[in-house]
């Protein structure tokens, strides 16, 4: 589809000869099944695609990642990279691939943009405290077709601290998104279920020894001899 993400993988044919000059390029998801690290190529396609469609072409570059967040589908952390060898800093938008699994390609999708309106705001509104979702932010979200709801339900509170959405139906977000799955666009690649977590490390154990009390102490210390009965302490298990 023309007009679909600016974000090229190399243009069709042999420049040197002028052979192919002219057809289409592919698209910048294109072979991401294949290559598992093409599918950042194919968010930062999508984050190209929303910009120009949704935001007017106005959003600044950054870096899109995933990053494995408890209890967070994704955030915006403003110039969270510096340049290594130029004086230059970018922001971030982070997706949660722990929390794709169950969810359409619709959905992940609002997910990167909910981010890309904390963006927009940082760059050409006005945010309040960290991480707080203010009614600036929520009537962009809503211009744009997502609802914003603490829940990610209708009726939801539209600010507060930790905030979701929904996406409203017949919405430019939703039909904007429509048109790029149309044009081919998938995600390939999600988490793995999360590994169990490991219990959490005992600060003090009981142990015994020749004393008639137990006694409490930091891990680790099971066959040193007590002070007292110079007997070895032993942890209850």
Same mark, same amino acid.
């Given at each position: ?47 190209f695609y929303f910009n @120009? ?43 949660? =691939? ?70 409203? =139906? ?15 666009? @998938? ?10 977590? =490991?219990?959490?490390? @005992? ?8 004393? =008639? ?25």
């Amino acid at each position: 589809m023309a007009g679909i993400v600016p974000v090229t993988v190399g243009e069709v044919g042999d420049k040197a000869s002028g052979k192919g000059r002219g057809r289409r390029r592919k698209p910048a998801w294109d072979g991401a099944e294949a290559i598992p690290t093409k599918e950042y190529v194919a968010l930062l396609g999508a984050y190209f695609y929303f910009n @120009k469609s949704l935001f007017g072409g106005k959003l600044p570059e950054c870096l899109i990642t995933l990053q494995r967040k408890k209890g967070s589908r994704g955030y915006f952390s403003s110039r969270r990279f510096e340049g290594r060898t130029e004086c230059a800093a970018t922001d971030e938008i982070a997706l949660n =691939p722990a929390t794709f699994k169950g969810c359409s390609d619709l959905e992940i999708l609002s997910v990167l943009v909910h981010e890309m309106v904390h963006l927009w705001q940082h760059h050409f509104g006005k945010p309040t405290r960290a991480s707080y979702h203010n009614r600036e932010w929520a009537a962009q979200m809503e211009a744009i077709g997502l609802m914003p709801s603490h829940t990610g339900l209708p009726g939801g509170n539209r600010t507060g601290q930790r905030m979701s959405h929904y996406i409203i =139906p017949g919405g430019a977000y939703e039909t904007t998104a429509n048109a790029l799955l149309a044009s081919g666009f @998938k995600l390939h690649w999600q988490s793995l279920e999360a590994a169990a977590s =490991p219990a959490p490390r @005992k600060l003090k154990v009981k142990y015994v020894c020749g004393c =008639p009390r137990a006694m409490w102490g930091q891990p680790g210390i099971d066959g040193w001899r007590c002070d007292v009965c110079e007997s070895p302490v032993r942890e209850v298990k």
